[in-house]
Every structure is written in C-alpha cells, then in structure tokens.
C-alpha cells in the first residue's frame, strides 16, 4: 500500500506569516497533487507536479516535487485568513493511473 | 471545469437502515469515483464506477455494503447499507478532470451521522 505522511497535521498561524506543508512517501509517484478543501466542500485542485525537482508557483503558494518523486512541499508566503483549509496532498502511481492516493491533510488555521 | 452536486448534503440515520447518496454531474463522463473521508483520516477510495459496467471495489470494500448504481454518463449512487457508526463519514464523488488521467474534480461531500 502506498503512504502519503503529511506534516504537520495542524498549523495555526498569525496573518503574514510563511509556513510550509510537507508530503513524504517511500514511493515513487508519476504525478503529485495538492487540493485544498473547505468545510462543506469537496477539495479543490490547486497545482498537478509530474517531473522531479518541478517547482510551480501559484501567486503566493509555491510547490516543489521532490527530485526522486517521492515527496513534495507546498509553501505560503505572506498567508491570509483566506488561505484557512485543509490542504491535501494527493499521489497517483506509476503508470499514470487514474486512482489517486491521498494523505491525511494539514489543517491551516491563518489568524487576523 | 465540470459541476458536480451530491445529495444529500446531510444525513443524520439510525444504524441498520440504509442511506443512498446521489451524484450528478453537469457533462458525460466515463469514470466516476467514490470516496470515504473519515474524520482525521485520509480521501479513501471506495469504488470506480464505469456506466455500462460493474463497479471496480477497492481492497476493504464490498459490493454488499456499498452498492453502486451507474444508470447513465452524468449520475451515479452510492448506497451505504445496514449501518452502523463506524460509518460516519463524509462520502465524496469525483471525476477526471479530462485535461489529464489523473486530475479529479469533486462533489461537495455527503456528510452521514450514524447513531
């Protein structure tokens, strides 16, 4: 079976403050994503990483795909209370399979 | 992006009664899946659901339990049977997102209280 360990699970943060979340794995996945889910929602892809060492950047957020493909990094530069939810990191195997396996998320919690 | 509802949002039932929760979706698409969210836990697959075909079961997961229906291309149900409270869960619906294999969109949950 593979794992996604994420860390940490809760992080709660002053407004203005960086903080990254980590995603590891013993496995090596095709492809890596990061969602990011609010109460009474489903979870909402924000980035898809395929190639090792890939760094994509998405306004203040900026993900990172591990060289082996093994794990990823999602950081937040400058977060707001908007940037509050569950972020999931999300793996799908090798073969580019449509099942996905996910980690157990980090809860943010960005204060005013 | 493809709009996917789910209902019901909500349910609160007694254990031994069955729940059935639907999925549409706003366009045809091949695969639809369903997944269990516990609390504190990770999204775990439970079914892929292909119109025209059986469900496709992931390891720890039955047919007797979770039945699945795939009638057409824009719907799917899941039905949680004989209940019990370990099967408090929010249950999501997802599909590919069509621009890669492996990209999915999500319903907004089903979350199910079982007492």
């Known amino acids: 079976t593979q794992l996604l360990e994420q860390s940490p699970q809760f992080l709660s943060i002053q407004e203005g403050e960086n903080l990254t979340v980590y995603c590891n794995s013993s496995?090596?996945?095709?492809?890596l994503q990061w969602y990011r889910q609010e109460p009474g929602e489903g979870p909402v892809l924000l980035v898809t990483?395929?190639?090792?060492?890939e760094v994509k950047k998405l306004k203040r957020l900026t993900f990172q795909f591990g060289d082996a493909r093994k794990d990823s990094s999602l950081h937040i530069t400058a977060a707001q209370p908007g940037d509050t939810g569950l972020y999931l990191c999300?793996?799908?195997?090798?073969?580019?399979?449509?099942?996905?396996?996910f980690g157990k998320g980090t809860k943010l919690t960005v204060n005013p | 992006s493809a709009v996917i509802s789910q209902k019901p949002s909500r349910d609160i039932c007694q254990r031994g009664t069955s729940l059935t929760i639907q999925c549409q979706v706003d366009s045809q698409v091949t695969m639809m899946f369903w997944y269990r969210q516990q609390p504190g836990q990770s999204l775990t697959l439970i079914a892929t659901?292909?119109?025209?075909?059986?469900?496709?079961?992931e390891s720890g997961f039955v047919i007797d339990k979770f039945p699945i229906s795939r009638p057409n291309l824009t719907f799917s149900t899941l039905t949680v049977s004989n209940m019990s409270p370990e099967d408090s869960s929010i249950y999501l619906c997802?599909?590919?997102?069509?621009?890669?294999?492996?990209?999915?969109?999500f319903g907004p949950g089903t979350r199910l209280t079982v007492t």
């Open positions: 659901a292909n119109q025209g075909s059986e469900a496709t079961y």
């Open positions: 997802s599909v590919p997102s069509g621009k890669t294999r492996y990209e999915q969109y």
């Open positions: 999300a793996g799908s195997t090798q073969g580019g399979s449509e099942k996905l396996v």
């Open positions: 496995s090596v996945f095709s492809s």
């Open positions: 990483v395929v190639t090792g060492g």
